[in-house]
């Protein structure tokens, strides 16, 4: 199937690594413009450099704090020098929350609240905000929200039901413009750092890092761990011109029977 993206202008927030990696191979794959940004400019660089060669599409690095409104204007006036403007913008940078960071009640910190606000709440809409003016005026564009499931976490689990409503509420206000919103909602993802996380959780529980893994797969219907390969073909398809008549969805992409927020 043609996805038919040649020639879009994608920004994917947070593309050095994980899953934000995955949609930019992806969509230039598919011959869109890409830019991606990440708080480490030697590594972006180098990511932008391997995968335009791996996709010959342009693929273009920025440096860039999503938790920050200063950096993400810059990234924002930097990508449409670079690409000559956005028709998407994926909103994925954060932390991944499940095996990182401790957070029950009893253990999450203002700091890590802050953290989750500023980056993964207001980074989001701020990016949305500016991205908007431009696909209203182009009577185009998809904004996809990567947010999660994780339901139980205090911090994540408040920032992931605020992104399933940003989401209801932007695609709202933007469908008449002809410019769809969705959240795509990953359970446990295998991505580079997926070991440390299964460590980090069994230094937790105790419970051996394999046994959590297996446990994690078999939590699924399809007993098995998604990869960010298979979240970015989602993406790819919900960025083409052809997903026109989805808007406003929050689609789970955890393998089935893992659902834990409710929206
Ligand atoms: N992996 C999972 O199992 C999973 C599950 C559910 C939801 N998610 C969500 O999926 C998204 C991606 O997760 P991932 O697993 O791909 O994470 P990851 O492997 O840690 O990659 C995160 C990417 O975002 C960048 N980033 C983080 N904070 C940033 C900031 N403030 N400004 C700019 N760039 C920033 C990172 O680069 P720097 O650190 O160099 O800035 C990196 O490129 C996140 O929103 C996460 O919550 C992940």
Known sequence: MNLQLNGKRALITGGSRGIGKAI?????????????????????????????????????????????????????SKTRTNLGGIDILVNNAARVSVGTTPDSLLEVTDELLRYDFETKMLGYVRAAREAAHEMIQNRWGRIINISGMAGSAISAGMRNIALV????????????????????????????????????????????????????????????????KEIASVVAYLCSPLAQSITGEALSVGGGGNRTIPY
């Open 24 to 76: 930019a191979y992806s969509l230039a794959s598919e011959g869109a413009k890409v830019a991606i940004c990440s708080r480490n400019e030697k590594d972006i660089a180098t990511v932008a450099n391997t995968l335009s060669k791996a996709t010959s599409s342009t693929v273009y690095g920025v440096k860039a704090d999503m938790g920050d409104l200063n950096s993400i204007e810059e990234l924002f």
């Open 165 to 228: 409503s940003l989401t209801k509420s932007l695609s709202e206000e933007l469908g008449p413009y002809g410019i769809t919103t969705n959240a795509i909602l990953p359970g446990f993802v295998a991505t580079e750092d997926r070991k440390v996380r299964l460590e980090f959780l069994s230094a937790k529980t105790g419970i051996a890092p394999e046994i959590l893994e297996s446990e994690t797969a078999n939590s699924t219907s399809l007993k098995r761990i998604v990869t960010s």
